[in-house]
């Protein structure tokens, strides 16, 4: 198949690549010139593991190419996917959608015969009517039909989620549609993915249903977090006593500083929109977007609280900034919020970060970038771990103590276990975990 992608993001491009990889022919557009001279020449914009590889083995084997020429990228093609940014709009939340309609228009002004177009961007319910109204007014010659097929990959594993994801949603009642979807993703079959065919309107509610679902799962072990602190039990033990029950589920119960990232952030305040431009109440939703907003804004009173209360002259040595491991990303990130709360009350901020360092240099004015994690507790009053890295899990905790002003570990992710933090002579704090004290 022929299938041109439009938008060389984190998803079209993770996407555009796996697809290419599963023997189809696809060509990568993008307007950001740069993105896509970057491309050409085998660097990638985005850090992902194991996209660099595949990048080069697919354009090797001339089925992977890179464009800013969308009407050369969708003559010709069978399917073309729309993978483009939704970000919030300011001010109330709702996903702003020129990106997508934009895309649209130019599809519509290039389709050379009949097409599927897919849109994979994550959009509000009912805008595929929208992109259908646009495509035929663009596009009267052609029967083009419009399919929702949302994405469900996360960063830092987005090659594996989309080889071999839970399940493939397209929603469309089309059933040339239908069969151009399926030969996009036999090779999945094999893998026994199941693919879900719904409404296009369905498949749209299924990706906001999700991201809400999973965002509010994560507070949900947040807050009682917050209860297992004050009553003196274990979040951690909580977690896996709660989700050894097959109807619970293991996964997306880690207690943290909160959510962040590209997505959950926006999509839940878009879903909130849906909800009341349709007079309904997500009553749910809403109390997990304002849970999450002041979490992590609260983490810099546990960093103070660990201190004795008081932040001001005091050091902070921050490890991570990145909204999770394996991503350059720093959209939506804790970092964020809790940076700034620092600076506020007159704190000093030296922070490390495996990836996202570049990116955090521009969001983050005021604090000093380190090389080394070891460099980031050099003389620091407290060391607060706040994103995942492996590269932080096995630290030299002994070493890092004795360069220290005080040493004192905030571990936002529970990644260590506390006796041995005790045994480095550290002071432990991690999330929920009451027992302790
Ligand atoms: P991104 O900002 O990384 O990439 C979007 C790209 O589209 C940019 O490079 C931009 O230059 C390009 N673009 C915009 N308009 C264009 C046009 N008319 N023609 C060509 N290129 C154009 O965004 P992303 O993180 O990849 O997200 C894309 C969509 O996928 C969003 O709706 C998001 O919610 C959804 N999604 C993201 C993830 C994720 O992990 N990032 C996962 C699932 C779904
Ligand atoms: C999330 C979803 O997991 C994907 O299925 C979805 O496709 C994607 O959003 C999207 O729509 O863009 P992503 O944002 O890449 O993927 O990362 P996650 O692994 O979901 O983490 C999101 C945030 O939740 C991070 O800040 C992470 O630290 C936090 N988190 C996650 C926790 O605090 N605890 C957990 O147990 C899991």
Redesign the pocket.
Known sequence: MKIAMIGSG??GLVSGVCLADFGHRVVCVDKDASKIEALRAGRMPIYEPGLDTLVATNVAAGRLSFTTDINDAVAGADAVFIAVGTPSRRGGGHADLSYVFAAAEEIGQAVTKPVVVVTKS?VPVGTGDRVETILREACPDHEIAVVSN?????????IE?FKQPDRIVVGTDDPRAQAVMTEVYRPLFVNQSPILFTGRRTAELI?YG??AF??T??TF??ELADLAESVGADVTQVARGIGLDDRIGP??????????????PK?TLALLQTAEESDVSLRIVAATVEANDLRKRAMADKIADALGGDLAGKRVGLLGLT??PG?D?MR???SLAIVPALLERGASVQAFDPEGMEQARAMLPGISMCDTAADAARDADVLVLL??WDLFRALDLHALARTMARPILVDL?NVYDPSIVARAGMTYHGVGRGDLS
Do not use: H, M, Q
């Open positions: 984190y998803v994550t949302p994405e469900f990959l996360r960063e830092g594993a987005a989620d990706k999700a991201n999973l965002a799962k994560i072990i947040n996964r997306f119960l880690n207690a943290g500083p909160g959510y962040g990232g590209s997505c959950f999509d909204f999770k991503t990303d939506d990130a804790p994103t995942e992710r």
